[in-house]
């Protein structure tokens, strides 16, 4: 009997840092600007230019290492990755090899069976390379050095991962507490976030790694969990017919949903590593360290705990408030304000995640602010607006950024609640259908929720639907 085939996935994270300038000189890191205004001889590497480190990317990676879990080094450096590449000027890569900063660290995770830690095997610094442009009718390829000497951290994850959504959930809480950080920006979409995985299967329960084929460059949460899926199902049936797996990158490619064969895979030697000797060891001394410690911010698993704790939510709805910092913060503020925790969390993860995912925008972008939910929340307490006409108003108030209060009086949208009003209107609505009167009379108790919707059309959505309920149900029950 053939033993059953497991996957073992490893992941390789390059995050770029959020500094101003370069990771070697001082040209600017923006992205978007006109190709090749953003270089200098040191990021071209012309001949006899000294690089310099940034010292806030140097703190940066260690503030991620520690927020990781993993040992900083005291002595490291940096070593020449040689290969050739249009986008790679000076024909070596500037990286770390045999001593990174940040070692044995773990990230954890939900997992089907309960919390799990992926262990961290390094995070090291290395410079970006530039792009190669291959778009438009042109007969040649064009580089734009622009993105050559930005700082990146590289992340190299443990083969601890079980399943392509393991490894999407990894990539979520990674940029997730490096945006908590503000040391990267985490936008997948500019290529801030880049993820390489390397995907092997082996007879399930060995301790043996199989032979592994890398996917190069996913950019989304949604294409790591494809790719490594269509990856691992390629490999088992690979295996099972007979066939050997190669090691070799590939591609994802989200046209056709597949991985494409790019080249075989270059081992480490293949690369020439040697230490650069432009640039001195990095020397940390203890306090150093401990200063970028004591700087660090509530991450989101302490967070994600408080706020169970202190505001009563679910893990659930935890974990959707803390997935994004400014999230948090927005709902913490609307908090303080005197917005009820469960119910600002209904909203903030319903009407308010809607709209902001129809315009594609973040919290902090939109004309919502905690005031104006607060006060939302609040009119619908004392009855002035019901629920579903709030859900119009809060419309209006995230086109527009007013307060709904305003909104309410202009368009004229405060709720019945004048009980002889609404029993006026109820009787006339009974008067009109005798039939559905009959039939409830019969037994088809879900005929009330035909009068409350009559009573709700009349009043264009106004009246108090307690106060409808109430009413409609004595005057049936009455005629029962």
């Not at 792009?131 to 990146?152: C, Q, W």
């Not at 490894?167 to 880049?194: H, P």
């Not at 899926?229 to 490999?235: L, N, S, T």
Request: aromatic share 6%.
């Amino acid at each position: 009997m053939k033993r059953k085939l497991e996957a073992v996935i490893g992941l390789e994270i390059h995050a770029q840092m959020k500094t101003d300038t370069k990771i070697f000189c001082g040209c600017s890191t923006e992205f978007g600007s006109k190709p090749n205004t953003q270089t200098c001889p040191v990021c071209t590497g012309l001949p006899g230019v000294l690089p310099v480190l940034n010292k806030k990317a140097l703190e940066f990676i260690i503030k991620a290492g520690l927020a990781m879990n993993c040992n900083i080094a005291r002595n490291s450096r940096f070593a020449r990755k040689n290969y050739f590449y249009p986008d790679l000027p000076k024909g070596y890569q500037i990286s770390q090899y045999e001593l990174p900063i940040c070692e044995y660290g773990y990230v954890t995770i939900e997992s089907e069976t309960g919390e799990k830690r992926i262990g961290i095997t390094r995070i090291h610094m290395e410079e970006d390379a530039g792009k190669n442009i291959h778009e438009g009718a042109h007969e040649y390829s064009f580089v734009d050095l622009n993105r050559t000497g930005v700082p990146l951290m590289e992340i190299v994850t443990e083969p601890e991962i079980a399943t392509s959504g393991e490894a999407a959930d990894f990539m979520r809480k990674l940029r997730s507490i490096l945006r908590y950080l503000d040391v990267c920006d985490g936008n997948l979409e500019q290529g801030s976030l880049r993820c390489d995985a390397n995907v092997s299967v082996r007879p399930e329960g060995s301790n043996q790694l199989g032979v592994k084929a890398e996917i190069k460059n996913i950019n989304s949460f949604r294409f790591v969990e494809r790719a490594i899926e269509y990856e691992i199902k390629r490999q088992i049936d690979l295996v099972e017919s007979g066939g050997a797996v190669i090691q070799e990158t590939r591609l994802w490619n989200s046209v056709t949903n597949t991985t494409e064969s790019m080249r075989s895979k270059e081992e480490a030697h293949d690369y020439r590593y040697f230490p650069d000797p432009d640039l001195v060891p990095v020397m940390m001394a203890d306090e150093e360290v401990e200063r970028i410690r004591q700087s660090i911010p509530e991450l989101p698993d302490e967070k994600r705990t408080r706020f169970i704790s202190e505001y009563a939510l679910s893990e659930q709805d935890a974990d959707m408030i803390v997935a994004e910092k400014r999230t948090s913060q927005w709902f913490e503020e609307a908090v303080k304000l005197g917005g009820k925790p469960k119910v600002l969390c209904n909203w903030m993860t319903g009407e308010f995640t809607r709209l902001l995912n129809d315009k594609s925008i973040d919290i902090d972008d939109s004309k919502v602010k905690p005031h104006h939910l607060c006060d939302l929340l609040t009119l619908i307490d004392k009855g002035t607006i019901s629920v579903k006409i709030a859900k119009t108003v809060f419309e209006e108030i995230f086109e527009i950024g007013r307060m709904a209060e305003e909104i309410i009086k202009d368009k004229g949208l405060i709720q019945i609640s004048d009980s002889e009003e609404i029993e006026a209107l109820i009787d006339e609505i009974i008067s009109k259908n005798p039939d559905e009167v009959n039939r409830f009379k019969a037994g088809e108790n879900k005929l009330m929720g035909f009068f409350v919707g009559q009573a709700m059309k009349a009043t264009k959505g106004k009246a108090n639907p307690k106060v409808v309920n109430e009413i409609i149900g004595k005057k049936l029950s009455s005629q029962a």
